[in-house]
Structure formats: C-alpha cells, structure tokens
C-alpha cells in the first residue's frame, strides 16, 4: 500500500534539477569614447554598464554570487580622455552570432560610447586585464615648439633612468618613468604639435602615464608645455606586443 508522501509514492517523485548556467560565448568588444562622455565614480560607471548589458536583451552570464552580468575592461581609463579602440569582454550562455550582439549592444551602449568591432574569444583564454601590455597615445601639445620637443623626446629614450614622482594617496613618491615608456616621438606636421607615446602596463612597477611622459618631456626641454588633449588610440596585448618587439 502507497503511504501519500512516503518515499516512492505516486506524486511525490522530486522535480528534475535545473541545469546549471554555464558560460558558452565569450565576445571580445572595441569600443570608442569621447572625451565628454561622463565618467562618475568607478561603482556608477560598472552599473552603467551592466544596465546596458541587461537591457540588450542578449543571454548574459552571471558569475557565481553576482545578480548582474559583468563587463570586464581591459584597462582603466581616466577622465577626460578620448579613446578609439578600447576593449571589454561579456561573456553569453549560448552562442549567438555576431550581427545579433552587435545590434543587441549597438544602440543601449552608455552616453559617450560606441561599439567599433566585436569578435569572439576561447573561453579558456587568460583574463583581458592581465592580458594588456601596453597602449598607444596622441597627445595635443598645441603650439609647442616641435624641434625642441623632438630633442627632449630622443633624450628620454635615451635615458637609462627618469627618475620621476607621483602622488598616491596622500603622499609624494618616487619611481623610474624609463621602463614604463616604450616609445615618444613627434609627429610631421603641424601646428598644433602631436606627439605619440606608446607606455607600459607592468604588474609590478604600474603603468606609464601620458601626463608624467608630457611632464618629462617639459623637463627635459627646459619648457613648460600644454597639453590640449590625450587620445587613447589603443590598448596592446602582451601577445601583439612580443611580436612586434621579435
């Protein structure tokens, strides 16, 4: 005789158990900014995108312990600076085909932000941030004079060591600016006077900032400069950058 509810008894069979979500599409997304777009906090800008991912309508994946999909960036990006190739990865619970999540993101992106291209990476792949080994720069320095900035240029190349500080905090401390710079040069051309700067991403030693290359640039010169804008034209992983170096 059947016992209602007793193991084993009709209509007391459990429910099958929900397949876990896992990650099937990892999707790796360049992106432009312009230099206005609005850049609050840190925590409002990460909302600002997650919003947008959810409200793309694109199968999201979810880490464990999180209620939202994420948007990993490949680098930080400060205020007030341009930026053409950028790059942020989502990653997606089925596999969708590439005008779907392009069209998914292409109008709900935040205010500021474009998508350029978008293609797909082995979900075994190292993680974007860890990947990034450098970036490109422009940098507007107006009317500055292009022979003496040349000069200063070739000579911080030049240098075993550029001793330079830098604030962190609320103290003042020192580091070598040299391994971080990997190339300065003056564009042909001109005025306004454009300057490329290719910096470095280090896990240990930090990264090569646009404003301490301009600041040392000014040193080396003898000559306040001016700097009109900074571009990020693009972030290099360390990959790409190996094979330009061979």
Known sequence: MDVPGAPGAPGTEAPPAAEPVVARQWWRLVLARTSEAPDGPGREQTEAWESALEASGLPS??????????????????????????????????????????EALADRLPGGWRLIDLYDVWLGAPALAGQVAAADYLIDLGDADGARVAAAAEALLAASRLPRERLKGASVMGYDLRPLLIDVRVLEGGPPLLVSVRTRFHPELGTGKPADVVAALGDAASVALVVVSVVRERLILADELDRQVD
């Open 61 to 102: 994946f979810r880490p464990a312990g999180r209620a939202r999909p994420r948007v990993a960036f490949g680098a930080p990006l400060a205020a007030g600076i341009a930026a053409e190739r950028e790059l942020a990865d989502i990653v997606l619970t089925s596999t969708e085909p590439v005008w779907r999540v392009r």
